[in-house]
């Protein structure tokens, strides 16, 4: 079959999780605007908004009686490769494209100890593009994923100092794929459209052992999905359908919000995320029969690492800094042209003004700095490196009614 089902596959469950445009693997961190700013550190014990539905849903305990969120983030990655293949050509262009992540949150209280709240947003999202005739085209051209999850939940204040919280992930995710299916120039380009649904959950504890420090630990499960493509070559499908089991890996994060005094809070942040599970692709066709050999993956568990401090400049405003460092679960040996990923090291920066005691906008800007990425991939011997980057600009509107 001429089209690179290695690279199929890698797409379907990957793309979008390109991690030149979020935080390393797949796993989209920009689920809010107000954490912008902090570089997401303490998310799961900072309970600001009901974005905490995401982050940690026990904090929905910390909200007043109904809240409203809606945030944008503007995502904007540089991949901008340097090298050679066996077939020739052009170094790409810039893959990286803009995109735009949209988050929004309910959260209301039902009774004096519990409360319920719903988020929709996007864990997953990207898409990258290089130039038709670039050295890496029968590896990747083009590869976009979209993603939403809903996610309903519950937290029940248990004491004044503990709160437990829990969710249910529903999510759809579609893909599309395209290279070309052979060295010479205008060969056909193959195309693959696949989609799927899965469930998770995710559950959260928040501690509160005095009155300036709390802090939380949560743990969001793994998403199991059985993705079905269509191939297409120069727009004619192949008869059978192609499928890929995949398994989105599970996190865990501890964080820690302190109230240093009335003017500034630090927060701090560690989480790990289970990538190992992503060992190998194994592709079938409709009958069930393999269609490529098993692609070896070998991706490695992953943390990162971040440290926050908001200042609350006046009744109105809050000043907020972050800094993160996060590590790729990709080796150097597996490193492919639709994953280029390396870790990164963020610097972060925003902004809280209340509007009127019962809305407030946040900004936030971040930038990313990644550590050049190598590569040595496939058939062609794609060799080089990718000079990479990310910038982050975020805005959110909170309302309380």
């Known amino acids: 079959m001429p089209f690179r089902l290695t690279h199929l596959a890698a797409g379907l469950v990957l793309a979008g999780a390109t991690s030149l445009a979020h935080?390393?693997?797949?796993?989209?961190?920009?689920?809010?605007?107000?954490g912008l700013g902090n570089a997401y550190a303490g998310q799961a014990a900072a309970a600001t908004d009901?974005?905490?539905i995401f982050f940690n849903p026990a904090g929905m305990t910390m909200l007043p009686d109904r809240q409203l969120v809606l945030a944008g983030n503007l995502i904007k990655p540089q991949a901008e490769f340097?090298?050679?293949?066996?077939?020739?050509?052009?170094?790409?262009?810039?893959?990286?494209?803009?995109?735009?992540?949209?988050?929004?949150?309910?959260?209301?209280?039902?009774?004096?100890?519990?409360?319920?709240?719903?988020?929709?947003?996007?864990?997953?999202?990207?898409?990258?593009?290089?130039?038709?005739?670039w050295a890496g085209r029968t590896q990747a051209l083009e590869s976009e994923v979209r993603t939403i999850v809903v996610n309903p939940s519950i937290a029940w204040k248990a004491s004044d100092s503990l709160s437990l919280g829990?969710?249910?992930?529903?999510?759809?995710?579609?893909?599309?794929?395209?290279?070309?299916?052979?060295?010479?120039?205008?060969?056909?380009?193959?195309?693959?459209?696949?989609?799927?649904y899965g469930w998770g959950f995710n559950l959260g504890v928040l501690w509160q052992p005095s009155e300036a420090t709390r802090l939380g630990l949560a743990y969001r499960s793994e998403i199991d999905n059985t993705l079905e493509g269509t191939l297409k070559v120069n727009g004619i499908t192949a008869a059978s359908p192609v499928f890929a089991d995949v398994t989105l890996p599970d996190s865990a994060s501890l964080s820690v919000f302190h109230k240093m005094n009335a003017r500034w809070e630090l927060l701090a942040d560690v989480t790990w995320t289970g990538w190992s599970d992503f060992d190998e692709l194994r592709i079938v066709n409709g009958a069930g029969a393999p269609v490529t050999p098993p692609t070896t993956?070998?991706?490695?568990?992953?943390?990162?690492?971040?440290?926050?401090a908001n200042y609350?400049?006046?009744?109105?405003?809050?000043?907020?800094?972050?800094?993160?460092?996060?590590?790729?679960?990709v080796r150097d040996a597996h490193r492919t042209a639709r994953i280029p990923d390396e870790s990164r090291t963020w610097i972060a920066i925003g902004a809280q003004y209340r509007l009127s005691p019962r809305s407030t906008l946040d900004f936030g800007y971040a930038?990313?700095?990644?550590?050049?990425?190598?590569?040595?991939?496939?058939?062609?011997?794609?060799?080089?490196?990718?000079d990479n980057a990310v910038d982050i600009l975020s805005a959110q509107l909170t309302l309380n009614f």
Not at 168 to 191: D, F, R
Not at 297 to 304: K, P, T
Not at 367 to 386: M, N, R
């Open 50 to 52: 009901a974005s905490t």
């Open 23 to 34: 935080a390393a693997g797949f796993a989209l961190i920009e689920q809010n605007a107000s």
């Open 166 to 196: 829990a969710g249910l992930s529903l999510q759809y995710i579609e893909a599309t794929l395209t290279n070309a299916t052979g060295a010479a120039p205008g060969a056909p380009v193959g195309a693959v459209e696949g989609d799927d």
């Open 82 to 133: 340097s090298g050679t293949s066996l077939i020739g050509g052009g170094d790409g262009g810039d893959a990286g494209s803009l995109a735009l992540v949209p988050n929004a949150y309910f959260a209301f209280r039902l009774t004096p100890d519990v409360h319920l709240g719903v988020g929709l947003n996007a864990p997953f999202g990207l898409k990258t593009e290089y130039d038709a005739g």
């Open 367 to 386: 930038h990313l700095f990644v550590k050049d990425a190598s590569i040595d991939e496939g058939a062609v011997k794609l060799k080089g490196t990718y």
């Open 297 to 308: 993956e070998n991706w490695e568990d992953n943390f990162r690492y971040s440290l926050g």
């Open 312 to 329: 609350h400049y006046n009744d109105r405003l809050i000043l907020r800094g972050g800094l993160a460092y996060d590590e790729t679960p």
